[in-house]
């Protein structure tokens, strides 16, 4: 870190240069159940993470056949959004799909 120094009056003062770090990311996980359908889940992927048919078709399969899946990596405020969004959702279509949130 490069410091400058500069007086006040008596006072020795020195400027220090903070370099931002990135923000901490998050990977946002559904978790394989037997009972929320397939094309539900494609929907999610696709509403909430905006992913692509294929995309979301693939993940899906993921999360099918090996218990889980990520659907996308954010800073940490977004990424609670998002599972906030998909639980909120999941329960008003009475889907007990599961999301959540692990640091990467």
């Known amino acids: 870190m490069a410091s400058q120094s500069k007086t006040v009056g ?13 923000p901490r990311m998050f990977k946002v996980l559904l978790v394989n159940d037997d009972f ?9 992927l696709q509403r909430f993470f905006h992913l692509d048919t294929d995309s ?16 996308g ?13 998909v639980l909120s959702h999941a329960r008003a279509h009475q889907h007990p799909l599961q999301c959540l949130m692990e640091e990467n």
């Open 56 to 71: 979301a078709t693939r993940v899906m399969l993921k999360v099918h056949t090996e218990g889980v899946g990520v659907c």
């Open 10 to 22: 008596d006072a020795l003062l020195k400027e220090r240069r903070s370099r931002a770090r990135p």
């Open 73 to 85: 990596v954010y800073p940490r405020d977004t990424a609670a959004t998002k599972v906030e969004q």
């Open 36 to 44: 929320t359908p397939m094309e539900f889940v494609v929907d999610v």
